[in-house]
């Protein structure tokens, strides 16, 4: 098999467990959103998941998204930004992103909001929640993320369309589900008290959980190795 239609070959597997996923908790696979999480994979690796019918592809570092961008590499399919995002790199990310996933903080969101007024746009955004509140790690604590919620708010050029968490990598199983279904509560909470329900992203869950993320309530998933293999880090 080539790449491509390995690459085919993955994204059909991962439709299908998602889809049992769903039958598993009661949910509908169309509710489920899949981004391919492409870093260290080429511009082609992005073409071959595009022809596939990924659902959108994420990024995250800028550098690299930069270069597969002035390859075409995402013709097709919306571009997510989904890493931690240095503020001396939002004018690159904004505008051409069409959903940012990683706002972790209120420096953050108001600098992309500037540049996004700049451009005279709206920039759709996730808010990023640091679920096990860990130090290396960006994103809202969770008491921290209802006055980043608020703020969001007030700014008109930025539009929260959920929240995005990545759980601490060394969590047992049962206890990522615990951070899955305590961001579910901030998500469901958060949507009704400030947004009017009008929430659409939660993105939850990776190659080794999205299944269990489903069903604690994610509609997003981002996976990468089990999509385009395993990367090898230099
Ligand atoms: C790399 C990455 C993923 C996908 O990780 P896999 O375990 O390879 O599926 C998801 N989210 C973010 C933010 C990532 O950087």
């Given at each position: 098999m080539t790449h491509a239609e390995e690459i085919a070959a993955n994204i059909r597997r991962v439709r299908e467990n998602i889809a049992r996923a769903c039958a598993k908790c009661g949910r509908s696979p169309e509710e489920i959103t899949l981004v391919g999480a492409?870093?260290?994979?080429?511009a082609d690796a992005c073409r071959a998941a595009i022809a596939a019918g990924i659902d959108a592809l994420g990024e995250n570092r800028v550098q690299e998204m930069t270069e597969k961008l002035a390859q075409n590499a995402y013709d097709g399919a919306p571009l997510h930004f989904i890493g931690h995002l240095q503020r001396n790199k939002v004018n690159k990310v904004v505008g051409t992103a069409?959903?940012?996933e990683s706002v972790g903080s209120p420096e953050l969101l108001r600098d992309i909001a500037r540049r996004a007024q700049t451009l005279g746009i709206v920039q759709d955004i996730l808010l990023e929640v640091n679920i096990g509140a860990e130090e290396a790690k960006s994103g809202f604590l969770p008491e921290a993320l209802e006055d980043g919620a608020h703020e969001a708010l007030t700014l008109p050029s930025v539009r929260v369309r959920g929240l995005m968490t990545i759980p601490p990598?060394?969590?047992a199983r049962e206890e990522n589900i615990r951070f899955f279904q305590k961001v579910f509560g901030l998500y469901v909470d958060i949507n009704q008290k400030l947004f009017h329900n009008s929430f659409e992203y939660l993105s939850m869950g990776m190659s080794g959980d999205y299944e269990d993320a489903i069903c604690e309530g994610a509609t997003m998933v981002r996976v990468g190795t089990a999509i385009f293999g395993a990367r090898h880090y230099a």
């Open positions: 492409s870093k260290m994979n080429d069409a959903l940012i990598a060394d969590a």
